[in-house]
């Protein structure tokens, strides 16, 4: 059960564990792929973990962890399935959700206003 390098998502490496089949690792990089592939992204550099567990009777055999740095930010994700699709799945969910939430950290336009005069806000001179 050692570990072998299967390739690169751009500069995130994908990383298996185990008895992986190469179909489903091509689907996890796609996966991958598609959730950090985004116009305006800082630099992407990490690596994603996928293995399958030993025992046959494990509800959730399937597991991926991994970290990956996008710009200055570190983003980890980890997700647990019953199979290699479902792995992807939930990982390409997840790794958009985190990604997106960096990229759009330091945006002024997704705060939100001051905060009403009732709530120590600044008071409104126009209306009386």
Not at 22 to 36: F, G, H, N, S, T
Request: charged share 25%; aromatic share 2%.
């Amino acid at each position: 059960m050692t570990p072998r390098d299967t390739g690169t998502a751009d500069t995130v490496g994908v990383r298996a564990e185990g008895d992986v089949d190469e179909q489903e690792l091509a689907y996890i990089r796609a996966k991958v792929r598609a959730a950090l592939t985004r116009p305006g992204l800082p630099p992407v550099v990490g690596e994603v973990r996928v293995s399958q567990a030993v025992a046959h009777h494990a509800g959730q055999p399937w597991a991926a962890g991994g970290e990956i740095r996008v710009g200055s930010d570190l983003v980890v994700v980890h997700a647990r399935e019953a199979s290699a699709h479902e792995l992807a799945d939930r990982l390409q969910d997840r790794l958009r959700g985190l990604v997106e939430r960096v990229a759009h950290q330091g945006d002024t336009a997704r705060r939100t206003a001051a905060p009403p005069p009732w709530r120590g806000g600044p008071e409104d001179e126009g209306q009386n």
